[in-house]
């Protein structure tokens, strides 16, 4: 169990790093977040939460709700049925690229892309009635606290730039693998990532993913076969074309999302959430990645 006064040293050591990022800029609302945001917190599978830093304070979880999707279609489909429409293979690409969609006749190379993450969004909306809704009621369950909710005007701005999320799944239903409505998904799609929590939210509801699909309140959300397997998609794919070099200095499972923060497993241990705002070429966060790296160091742990 790592102790407070690590976190506090580990959001100390980054803080040089400060001014290296950029902070996401495609839609205003993500613009004007306070740069100088840090946090890490850690949940452990006993239901210990332990944060440093900017650990409480809500921000916009962006692609990291792509964990939570396809979670979600995961309960509501049979396998054979979320893998015949969306591949397992890293992309090598950037998160919103089109180029494979087209090459690959329709298919997107994982869920955490934004492509695949948009046909589980179509997965969602055909077998949910109301989505936004339902999504809502499982994040919130997941980490125990029934504040959580979507930023409106998150959700709206993305929805107002839409343009490259709309012609990827347009690309998509063009080659039969979209079936819903497209600006009904997007905007299902957008609320999602739009989900605003804090550090210790998610690391909270991520536990799961440690606990072999166990939740805090011992709910089992999926088997644990299907646990290892997320584990490994997201240790491959979740940090987009930056899987490899987080694979090499964190060495956990992880997903990131462009509003800074990145949550990381340790399966058997504990769930990790980082938050800090500016990011690297990729799309991830910069100072967060850091972080994760010190600890994994610190506490000599890492799947590998
Ligand atoms: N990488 C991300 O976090 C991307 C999410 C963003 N809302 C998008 O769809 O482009």
């Known amino acids: 169990m790592p102790e407070l006064a690590l976190l506090q040293q580990v959001v100390e050591r ?38 440093a830093g900017d650990y409480l304070e809500p921000f916009s979880i962006q692609s990291i709700s792509k964990v939570f999707s396809l979670t979600l279609a995961l309960t509501l489909y049979e396998e054979s049925e979320i893998w015949a429409r969306v591949g397992k293979e890293p992309s090598g690409h950037s998160f919103n690229s089109l180029v494979q969609v087209e090459l690959e006749s329709g298919i997107p190379r994982n869920p955490f892309i934004n492509a695949g993450a948009l046909v589980i969004a179509d997965l969602l909306q055909a077998r949910l009635g109301a989505p936004k809704h339902r999504m809502l009621e499982v994040v919130r369950k997941l980490c125990g606290n029934e504040r959580i909710s979507y930023d409106r005007l998150v959700a709206d701005s993305e929805y107002q730039f839409s343009a490259r999320n709309a012609a990827i799944a347009y690309l998509m239903k063009s080659f039969g693998n979209f079936h819903g409505d497209v600006n009904t998904v997007l905007q299902s799609y957008f609320h999602y990532c739009s989900l605003q929590m804090s550090c210790a939210d998610l690391s909270r509801a991520m536990i799961y993913l440690a606990n072999r699909g166990v939740s805090l309140t011992g709910e089992r959300l999926i088997t644990q076969v299907q646990t ?8 491959t794919s979740g940090l987009y074309d930056g899987a490899g070099e987080f694979a090499y200095r964190v060495g956990m499972p992880g997903k990131s999302g462009v509003g800074g923060g990145i949550i990381a497993v340790i399966p058997g241990d504990m769930a990790i959430c980082v938050w800090s705002p500016e990011l690297d070429k990729q799309g991830n966060s910069l100072a967060g990645t850091a972080m994760l790296e010190h600890l994994s160091q610190e506490l000599g742990r890492c799947i590998f």
């Open 14 to 51: 980054v803080r040089p790093l400060l001014g290296q990022g950029k902070v996401a800029d495609y839609i205003p609302a993500l613009a004007s977040v306070d740069a100088g945001k840090l946090g890490i917190a850690i949940t452990t599978v006993e239901g210990v939460t332990l944060g």
């Open 228 to 235: 290892r397997q997320m584990n490994a998609l997201l240790a």
